[in-house]
């Protein structure tokens, strides 16, 4: 495998779960690489509901799902082969600075170059492809930063479309209490700490009262029998909030993090 910029291979894990209005999806547990002297560490995730490309003089839909192979390259070198809406990569090394994006089929046709924001060495972050055709971009966000024995709930904004949501948290055997926590706005991740350790825990994004999803540290990993945070080495649960895909899909994905 010829080296490149990116140190490590993709793994992938895409697991279902049942949301509230609507089905919702979740990835698995994203952890982060030892801090590398020089390097950032970065994962890709498709927020875009659709990535369209121009194909015979119209809009054509690339990437549509697990089932067909699409490519995600930055800076020239593929890093996933399976790249679509909801999907997201494991962290990976990258040299600091800005990176190129592109979506791309079997054929050759293709969504990008996008660039993101800029980078810098000894930080995470997370990229997230949004919008819709012909106008896609790469929202740039800086990982939170881990508090050292507490439990942490994030939510990651990347949704042009609805640029506010608020978050919180719920009793997850009985969907029951649900607290509002806090919002975001677009292009930014909010984080708050509902204890040192927690059981039967859930979070949504939304209103107490209208809410896109609800997740659970189980339905994105089954091993978490009693939803507890920690759990092993993941103290954060992520919710991602995305545009509305056509069909009435999930618009909120998860993943526990370190």
Known sequence: MTVSRLSTTLVLII????????????????????????????????????LQALINGASSTICAGA???????VDGQTVATQFYYGSMTQFLFVT???????????????????????????????????????????LTFEEPASQKGNAQLSLYEASPTTPKAGFGSFTASSHSNFKQLGSATLGTVATVSPGAQV?????????????????????????????????????????????????????VFGSLDR
Do not use: W
């Open 67 to 73: 089932s067909v192979s699409c490519y995600l390259q």
């Open 96 to 138: 600091p600075g800005t990176l190129s994006l592109t979506a791309l089929d079997d054929l050759g046709y293709r969504v990008g170059p996008l660039k993101s924001a800029t980078l810098a060495a000894g930080k995470a972050y997370t990229l997230i492809v949004v919008g819709s055709y012909p106008n896609y971009r790469v």
């Open 199 to 251: 059981s039967n825990f859930g979070g949504y994004v939304g209103q107490r009262s209208t809410k896109y999803a609800e997740i659970t540290p189980k339905g994105i990993d089954s091993f978490d029998k009693h939803d507890d945070l920690p759990f092993h080495n993941a103290s954060r649960l992520s919710l991602f909030f995305y545009d509305q895909a056509s069909g009435g899909q999930a618009r």
């Open 15 to 50: 697991l279902a779960v049942t949301g509230c209005g609507g089905s919702s999806s979740s990835s698995g547990s994203s952890s982060m690489p030892p801090v590398s002297s020089g390097m950032a560490r970065v994962r890709y995730a498709d927020g875009a509901p659709e």
